[in-house]
């Protein structure tokens, strides 16, 4: 009985951050290059990301935003079209949660809109959130194993994932968007 | 009516007095609610007569045993049976006179055709004019004229949900990937409150709608006045909300007619002044209301799709000026 | 049942093909080529005939010229005296070629400098569909919205106008025309939420002299007394306002993204409107005026003379683009001038082009989103077993969204008297959704799967016969065909692959004579011209692209059928098949 009462502890609902973490600046200074001039590296990354990153409700509110706010007419549901793939391991500006908030931030200058001032910081993260799930990385209990709209997509954590790919060549398929 | 059936009811509304209100069925505030309730006085006057009589039996039969010699089926049961298919032919044919009449009500006279799509939570209202051109997009609000019949498409965006307003008539419920449809018939003027009455996520409980039935004139009036384009900002508080307005966040969701605003995820706030609630019956419309609603969504309303912006004092003024202005 | 009866009504009308076309205006056979469609009858015929069907087989390459540009290659080269100009997707490069000399070397290359940013705005690839001569000037439009007006001989600018707005999802694609001393420009965005508009420019100075919106008040649309529409549909004040929700129609598309047509004697110009936006038909009920139709105008002043809407409520993103073949054809024995049509949403329409009666509308394809057309209210008929609405997927429409055939245009021979088609054979699952309109990004509201049509095969070249109003004969091709088609006096048709096959056939019997095979998929416009030597050449640009190719050129992943608005999951293969790279190719024979 006492044992049962244990396990049963450990049944926490998870939270949802329904207001983010309200910073009113974004504070998003993510660096995309991969080359530092005499060694060096990115940094960490910013410490929200694994706010968002694991959190079913933020990926799943990050799915509906990528819908509303038109990502879907530009890269599709992770293939691309007027913007590039999503799903795949190319990432052009990074693909850590941090390096895609900056992207769609500060926009990027082959034809990726600056969305800042239009969408919220924390709708930012939801949505960085969403895209790591078109390459199936985030973990299994987070993202849903079907889509909540009908789709003519595979569900995302079927997929094998896709990490980053350490090379991140940017532009290697094709002039960079 | 018959004088019967009133006075059945004026024994049935006895028995409710506790629920009168704007969302209560007991007023018949509609067509169909009266019609249904007229049938539930009947089945209610019925039934009661013979639960009586049952009991009644019930009573003899403890008091008087069965006498020696008693053979065949008495005069009485023969009677009994006679008298209780009659009643329950008599309460099928009521129904199904209600049933038609309920039927019929969506042909008295030229309908008001309109679309409610249902959204977590809130309702998106689309009337349809003659052409469609003079449709008419409002949220959360349903203005109907007394004494005509309103068509109503019912079609869901995300779960599925229910439209009922009780004063009016009975449930429906809006299915995603599925076009529904209910028909009202308001009889008196009214201010109605309708509610989401299938569980459809956190914040079910405020999904509200307000159903204000008017007499034909001022529903033509109010028609009117939402067709025209959103009202141009006088003061220079209200224009720069506006600029902020048509520029930033909120253009992203929301429409202000004659404004570069056209997204459809929000309600539509070119007349958002001249509705009476904000966020779906959450709070009054009013500064008050509009103040808290904007500066911290989330804590009004927690899950709602509006986000927290995080707005400055100033820009909360001016957004707020400008919003009050869209009578 | 009701088409069949059709059918048998307009057999009764014997309709013949006239043999031979009148080739107008300046466009005539001097051995150059100085608009994409060859001639205002947009013919895409050359009267040149040293390379014949008994020879095309010897045809060797004469030189090459690489744009060094990866993205689709749409246009077709022109030749003015002895330069060849060739302008390319974006960065919108205008180069000139010298014929003069051996290997076409470079005379000079312009460069307009769009913004990089365009390229985030232009739907189904940043491809350019070519530029047009006139008076020792070469005129083209930028990716960013400039019309441009450049030196032909030193290439140096001439002038330069803004025409649009990069921020509401405006681009300029296509290849201009000039007539009358004005330039005839449109605007791109359909997927955008861009309200569509045709723009006539002072070829001399490049200031605006008209602009004719695709939707709102009559006064916009440039429709006053002269117009008059053959059929009731298109009749009434201010339709492109009353037959929209109120507001959409400012975000309604019909860009004039495709081709222009003229007729000199009538002084009348020809172009269809785009689809109405958002795809999501749901958001916009009504007719959706003037979208998806055809519109004559008077050159002079922009005014409306007719109109005919080829899908009224267009359900399917079925633009109406496509080329007009302005020729004269003897109906019932009388001859009439008509326009020809190879129309996106299946059906080959034969129209009179004074009054825009439809003569006829058949299907050159497979088509069941549609039940025909009602040629006596000039009605598209839909069909109710495939009307898209919102939450829902309706599968198997054919044809696709691009349609039965896409922007790219088809030639015909007044020698033969038959049109040549290049065209696609896919269907597709069509699931609408709400779209949010946000200025600037895409304004489509459709999840969209495209597979090949019955038979497997996704392209299909068809010759047909206007006259007697059916295929005369038909070459099945593996991959869509997005290149357009040249055909000769004599008498080869020419046209290209995805993968690369640059086909020359017999114009009379479609076999096949001879073939190449360039470095990239072919989605160009070949072109035949008559070099300083005297001999007769064909040229095109290899560099595959376009909404078709998109999956190559913008290195898009086709585990997502749904990439490239549905276009990668009828092209999934293409990656496998074909890489970009912006190729001209030139043929003379030895």
């Known amino acids: 009985m006492i044992l049962g009462l244990a396990l049963l502890s450990g049944c926490d609902r998870e939270a949802r951050e329904v207001r983010g973490k309200p910073l009113p600046e974004t504070a998003v200074a993510a660096q995309t290059s991969t080359l530092f001039p005499g060694g060096g590296s990115a940094g960490p990354e910013d410490p929200r990301a694994e706010m968002y990153a694991e959190n ?23 293939g691309g079209g007027m913007g590039p793939a999503l799903m795949d391991d190319q990432w052009r500006y990074g693909g850590r949660m941090d390096q895609i908030v900056a992207s769609i931030d500060q926009g990027r200058p082959n034809g990726m809109p600056s969305w800042r001032g239009k969408l919220t910081p924390t709708q930012m993260w939801q949505l960085a959130a969403y895209v790591r799930t078109l390459s199936a990385n985030v973990p299994k209990d987070a993202a849903p194993s079907r889509n909540d709209t009908m789709s003519n997509i595979y569900p995302r954590t079927l997929a094998e994932p896709e990490p980053p790919s350490a090379s991140d060549p940017a532009g290697a398929k094709g002039p960079a968007r | 009516m018959s004088k019967a059936t009133q006075a059945g009811m004026g024994g049935g509304l006895l028995l409710l007095t506790g629920c009168a209100g704007v ?97 977590q939570w809130w309702w998106d209202v689309t009337y349809f004019g003659a052409s469609h051109s003079e449709d008419i997009r409002t949220a959360n609000e349903l203005h ?34 599925r076009t529904g449809d209910i028909a009202l018939l308001p009889r008196k003027s009214g ?74 995820v929000g309600p539509d706030l070119t007349h958002v002044a001249s509705r009476s609630t904000i966020a779906a019956g959450t709070l009054p419309m009013g500064r008050g209301g509009l103040y808290a609603w904007i500066a911290d969504p989330q804590g ?24 009050e202005s869209l009578k | 049942m009701r088409w069949r009866m059709r059918a048998c009504v307009m057999a009764a009308l014997a309709i013949w093909p006239a043999m ?19 001639d205002y009858a947009s013919t895409r015929f050359s009267r040149l005939d040293q390379i014949n069907r008994g020879n095309v087989g010897q045809l060797k390459i004469a030189f090459t010229f690489s744009t060094g540009l990866l993205k689709g290659h749409e246009a077709a080269p022109l030749v003015v005296g002895s330069t060849m100009y060739i302008v390319t997707p974006f960065p919108n490069y205008l180069y000139a070629l010298d014929l003069n000399r051996p290997g076409a070397p470079l005379k000079w290359k312009y460069d307009p400098k769009p913004a990089a940013a365009s390229q985030g705005v232009a739907c189904c690839d940043v491809v350019n569909r070519g530029a047009a001569y006139a008076n020792g000037r070469i005129f083209f439009n930028t990716l960013d919205d400039y019309t441009v007006a450049v030196d032909a001989e030193t290439g140096a600018e001439v002038w330069r106008t803004k025409l649009g707005d990069i921020n509401l999802g405006e681009t300029m694609t296509m290849a201009p025309l000039v007539a009358d001393g004005k330039v005839l420009v449109g605007n791109s965005g359909g997927e955008m939420g861009v309200r569509g508009w045709l723009t006539a420019l002072d070829a001399g100075t490049g200031k605006i002299v008209w602009r004719a919106w695709s939707t709102g008040p009559d006064k916009d649309v440039l429709i006053g007394p002269d117009f008059k529409p053959y059929y009731a549909m298109d009749r009434g004040k201010d339709l492109g306002v009353k037959t929209w929700p109120p507001e959409a129609w400012k975000i309604g598309g019909g860009n004039v993204w495709g081709w222009i047509s003229y007729d000199p004697e009538l002084k009348l110009v020809y172009y269809g409107t785009g689809n109405p936006g958002p795809w999501n038909p749901d958001q916009r009920p009504g007719d959706n005026k003037w979208t998806a139709g055809i519109f004559a105008r008077d050159v002079t002043t922009g005014q409306a003379r007719w109109y005919y809407q080829f899908s009224p409520h267009d359900l399917f993103d079925h633009d109406g683009i496509n080329e007009q073949i302005l020729i004269t054809m003897k109906v019932n024995g009388k001859p009439r001038k008509v326009l020809l049509r190879a129309e996106r949403n299946g059906y080959f329409y034969v129209m009179d082009r004074v009054t825009g009666q439809v003569i006829a509308a058949d299907p050159y394809g497979n088509v069941n989103a549609s039940l025909g057309v009602d040629l006596k209210t000039g009605r598209l008929i839909p069909n109710p077993d495939k009307v898209t609405t919102q939450g829902k997927v309706v599968r198997g429409i054919c044809p696709a969204s691009p349609g039965m055939k896409d922007w790219n245009p088809a030639a015909f021979s007044p020698r033969t008297g038959l049109v040549y088609i290049p065209h696609m054979n896919l269907c597709m699952d069509y699931g609408a959704m709400e779209a949010n309109y946000i200025a600037g990004t895409p304004y489509v509201g459709a999840d969209v799967k495209m597979y090949a049509g019955p038979g497997g095969n996704r392209g299909v070249f068809t010759a047909w016969d206007p006259g007697a109003r059916k295929a005369v004969w038909e070459i099945k091709e ?27 056939l017999d114009a009379t019997n479609g076999k096949l004579l001879w073939q190449f095979k360039a470095g990239s998929g072919i989605i160009g416009q070949p072109i035949s011209y008559r070099a300083p030597d005297g001999k007769q050449h064909i040229a095109v640009l290899a560099g595959v692209g376009g909404w078709a190719g998109a999956v190559v050129a913008g290195g898009l992943d086709p585990r997502d059928p749904t990439a490239a608005l549905g276009f990668a999951g009828a092209t999934a293969d293409l990656p496998g098949k074909t890489t970009g790279g912006g190729m001209l190719y030139d043929f003379v024979l030895p």
């Open chain 2, 191 to 264: 201010v109605f409150r309708g509610q989401c009455a299938e569980f459809c996520g956190a914040q079910h409980a405020h999904m509200a709608l307000t159903v204000i039935v008017e007499p034909e004139a001022q529903f033509r009036a109010w028609s009117r006045r939402q067709l025209a384009t959103a009202r141009t900002p006088t003061t220079a508080q209200q224009l720069a909300g506006m600029a902020y307005v048509t520029t930033r966040e909120c253009a992203t969701c929301h429409a202000i007619a004659g404004t570069s605003a056209s997204a459809s």
């Open chain 3, 20 to 38: 031979q076309a009148r080739a107008q205006g300046n466009g005539t056979d001097d051995g150059q080529w100085v608009m994409p469609a060859h």
């Open chain 2, 300 to 323: 009004v309303k927690p899950g709602a799709h509006m986000p927290y912006i995080g707005l400055e004092a100033r820009e909360l003024d001016a957004v707020v000026a400008y919003l």
């Open chain 2, 144 to 177: 109907l004229p007394v004494g005509r019949p309103a068509l109503i498409e019912l079609k869901s965006n995300d779960v599925i949900h229910s439209f009922w307003v009780p004063n009016l008539a009975g449930k429906q419920d809006l299915i995603p990937g």
């Open chain 2, 23 to 119: 969302q209560s069925i007991a007023p018949s505030g509609g067509a169909h609610t009266a019609a249904f309730n007229n049938l539930f006085v009947i089945f209610l006057v019925v039934c009661g007569f013979f639960y009586l009589l049952v009991i009644g039996f019930l009573g003899a039969a403890i008091l008087r045993r069965r006498r020696e010699g008693d053979t065949g089926v008495p005069m009485l049961f023969r009677a009994w049976v006679a008298l209780v298919s009659v009643s329950l032919v008599g309460l099928a044919f009521a129904s199904w006179l209600t049933d038609r009449a309920m039927a019929s009500y969506s042909e008295q006279g030229s309908p008001v055709r309109v679309r409610l799509t249902a959204n």
């Open chain 3, 478 to 504: 593996d991959l869509p065909l997005w290149s357009g088609a040249l055909v000769t006096a004599g008498d080869v048709v020419f046209y290209g692959t995805m993968d690369g096959w640059f086909k020359a």
């Open chain 1, 56 to 78: 079913a409700y933020h990926i799943s509110e990050g799915g509906r935003l990528y819908r509303q706010m038109n990502c879907v007419g530009c890269h599709a549901n992770g």
